[in-house]
């Protein structure tokens, strides 16, 4: 049975940083390709980072410079180290992993960024 879990969302002021992971297991983690998603309040959902099989990353143009996505095959764990974050970063953040027309999802975790 596959599983994403992620975890590490919470509340933080604008300006903060949170740290977001996400563990899978049933899959090969290595081969999958990795993602972060995410929706906000009245949103549709939209991709923020990406970090392919072979290490090579990817991001939204809103989040450049501010967000990181990174992987640890041995944990079968993917990141997103976010900084400086905006009120409009505020949204339900959910893991993917995609291997050609495969894909999985987590749950989520809600992102909250509020004075």
């Known amino acids: 049975q596959v599983q994403l879990v992620e975890s590490g969302g919470g509340l933080v002021q604008p300006g903060g940083s949170l740290r977001l992971s996400c563990a899978a297991s049933?899959?090969?983690?290595?081969?999958?390709?990795m993602g972060w998603y995410r929706q906000g309040p009245g949103k549709q959902r939209e991709l923020v980072a990406v970090i392919t099989s072979g290490g090579t990353t990817n991001y939204a143009e809103p989040v450049k410079g501010r967000f990181t996505i990174s992987r640890d095959n041995a944990k079968n764990t993917v990141y997103l180290q976010m900084n400086s974050l905006k009120p409009e970063d505020t949204a339900v953040y959910v893991c993917n992993a995609g291997l050609s027309r495969v894909n999985h999802w987590g749950q989520g975790t809600q992102v909250t960024v509020s004075s």
């Open positions: 049933g899959i090969i983690f290595r081969v999958y390709d």
